[in-house]
């Protein structure tokens, strides 16, 4: 059991520096491709390089001021928020984890997430709606999940994603800009615009409009196999698969939407905070963070 | 030559097997340690709790002097106690005097109502579940240790190198659910 949580954690951590690699070498070849298709060549895939690996390394160290920034979080209180204090407290202890920081976002909608790059550094941050709709053992259940989360390093794996993912998307509409605006640049070489350079132009523009696109599904797939997993280690943590179960059933069930998520932080929560509005019902699966809640709650209650 | 070599490159792998495995053993040890002594400040900061729980009871009900003896006997017996079983019994004895305190409580509305006493029935209820996640940790260390220590072929060389199996901090799991359900 044990031996398995800690090949899980190890398979994480190489898995973050696999996406790391992999997400760098996608870029660089976007970028070589819309390089070539404007005419401006290897420069393009060398400074995408040194952007997207600037990227990293910020989100790396920073990704969990970056999000509490996003999404308007207020250090927990001991006194004001006694359920929540504590119990991240006892399930620290009780996953033989160092206490993470604890916030607060003012918000109606019940949710909650995690961040950090390790451990050390981890956040949890939970909503005020949470806290008021949830009582103590489905809040242990919710904070379970987000606390299997850091230990097995899934919001270092998921901080890295998500800065990376928004650095391809910001390259597909610098492309696009530049084939409306730009084009000056190549003139001098036109004869360097052969039907080589038109091909990469089509070539240019599918990449530009497909690029995002992969890079969130890649996202996304990546964030829903953990979210069973979270589950699952949750339930262990807390010997209470139940309180998961109805955790998520209020949190599913509930109407607000929760104002301060955006694309970029949705997949970070415990439950979808867009409430499956926006994408047709055809690629809703294809398009969730999250794992269907009926279906999760529907493994807790087996456990 | 050939032999020697053999013997070498064996002798080798048993010089690895045995430096791997005292390390991992001294390392799982500790982890059960500093666990244990993460049970210990919680029973610590649940003793120091109940001196002021039975304080303010008294104001409101002075005749429940059994009832608030026991559980302050409960408590010195908790804080004498040294080894895990000793520790874990004394614990459980405790939980059940907490357990007839605050039924009695029921049947005073003023205490009831008091804000300290509601605080410190938050503060116990939620040692209560620190106590019993430290018991998890502990108990899933403990497991791991004694599972690594006796597993073929660590048995064999284990107990010459000085380690023994850990003792489990027992206590049924369904006495913690029962108990919190009862603060809540």
Known sequence: MTVSVYKQIEANKTKTWLVMLFFSLFIAMVAFVFGKSTGNGLSWAGIALIISGLMSLISYYNSDKMVLGISGARPADRVRDFDLFTVVENLSIASGLPKPKIYVIDDNAPNAFATGRDPEHAVVCATTGLLEKLNRRQLEGVIGHELSHIQNYDTRLMAIVVVLVGVISLMADWFMHSLWFGGRGSRDNREDRSSFGAIMMVVGIVFAFLSPIIATIIQLAISRRREFLADASSALLTRYPEGLAQALEIISNDRNVLKTASNATAHLFIANPFKDKGFGTKFSGLFDTHPPAIERIKILRSM | ?184
């Open chain 2, 1 to 184: 030559m050939g032999a020697l070599l053999l013997i070498l490159i064996i002798g080798g792998f048993l010089i690895l097997y045995i430096w791997i495995l005292y390390n991992n053993l001294v390392t799982a040890k500790l982890r059960v340690k500093e666990s244990w002594s993460q049970i210990d400040v919680q029973l610590r900061r649940r003793s120091d709790l109940i001196p002021n729980l039975v304080e303010s009871v008294k104001g409101y009900a002075k005749h429940e002097k059994s009832v608030l003896e026991n559980v302050t006997k409960a408590r010195t017996d908790l804080m004498k106690a040294s080894s895990p079983v000793e520790k874990a019994k004394a614990d459980n004895q405790l939980t059940e005097t907490l357990k007839t305190l605050f039924a009695v409580a029921e049947n005073y509305p003023q205490l009831k109502a008091n804000e300290n006493f509601l605080q410190l029935q938050r503060e116990l209820s939620d040692t209560e579940d620190k106590v019993a996640y430290a018991r998890q940790f502990y108990n899933t260390s403990v497991l791991s240790y004694n599972t690594n220590l006796q597993i073929f072929p660590n048995v064999l060389i284990a107990k010459n190198m000085g380690f023994s199996a850990e003792e489990f901090f027992a206590a049924t799991e369904e006495e913690r659910k029962k108990v919190s359900v009862k603060f809540e």
